[in-house]
T-cell receptor
Framework: KQEVTQIPAALSVPEGENLVLNCSFT??????LQWFRQDPGKGLTSLLL???SQREQTSGRLNASLDKSSGRSTLYIAASQPGDSATYLC???????????WGAGTKLIIKP | DADVTQTPRNRITKTGKRIMLECSQT?????MYWYRQDPGLGLRLIYY???????NKGEISDGYSVSRQAQAKFSLSLESAIPNQTALYFC??????????????FGPGTRLLVL
């Protein structure tokens, strides 16, 4: 059974720092891996989607990497800003049933 | 206007009551999903529908039922609410693009409290 883990559960850093959020999964037979952002009262927003055949995806200051063999993904945020404060969720889509299995998230606080 | 809307946004109910959470989307997607989120846990899939005539149970369907009234509407019902169904409920939609599973688009969530 696929399990997705995100460590740490919470992270607080000063504005301007680069940071890395981690996601690990137990079964490498994935279809894709996705990173979402959750803001209170606003639902979830997709940030990046990496297909199983890809190694990374980039969008602005965000870069997500995928290493299927080791069951790991990282989300790199460059030059962090207070507006980046949110909970970041990692989700793995299983190959075959196409259902998303979610991590519990990392709550990120960027201090001005 | 939001592409995926959920009503109500907040609901307080009592144990044993039947309630319905509604989801509407204007994205034209065939696929719709209901999730619940509990503090400290990832989202868990309750039900999903790949088209109007296709309804499937997710990981935690016991105590819930759904209705896909149209491509744009997908409702979740709690037949007899119990306190451990207190959670944040999300509706989501997605579509296939060129054979690839596209990402999911989420509504703002419904916060449900069962007393």
């Amino acid at each position: 059974k696929q399990e997705v883990t995100q460590i740490p559960a919470a992270l607080s850093v000063p504005e301007g720092e680069n940071l890395v959020l981690n996601c690990s999964f137990t079964d490498s037979a994935i279809y894709n891996l996705q990173w979402f952002r959750q803001d209170p009262g606003k639902g979830l927003t997709s940030l990046l989607l990496i297909q199983s055949s890809q190694r990374e995806q980039t969008s602005g200051r965000l870069n997500a990497s995928l290493d299927k063999s080791s069951g790991r993904s990282t989300l790199y945020i460059a030059a962090s800003q207070p507006g980046d404060s949110a909970t970041y969720l990692c989700a793995v889509m299983n190959d075959g049933n196409y259902q998303l299995i979610w991590g519990a998230g990392t709550k990120l606080i960027i201090k001005p | 206007d939001a592409d995926v809307t959920q009503t109500p946004r907040n609901r307080i109910t009592k144990t044993g009551k039947r309630i319905m959470l509604e989801c509407s989307q204007t994205k034209g997607h065939d696929r719709m999903y209901w999730y619940r989120q509990d503090p400290g846990l990832g989202l868990r899939l309750i039900y999903y529908s790949f088209d109007v005539k296709d309804i499937n149970k997710g990981e935690i369907s016991d105590g819930y039922s759904v209705s896909r009234q149209a491509q744009a509407k997908f409702s979740l019902s709690l037949e007899s609410a119990i306190p451990n169904q207190t959670a944040l409920y999300f509706c989501a939609t997605s579509d296939l693009v060129g054979g690839d599973q596209e990402t999911q688009y989420f509504g703002p969530g419904t916060r449900l409290l069962v007393l």
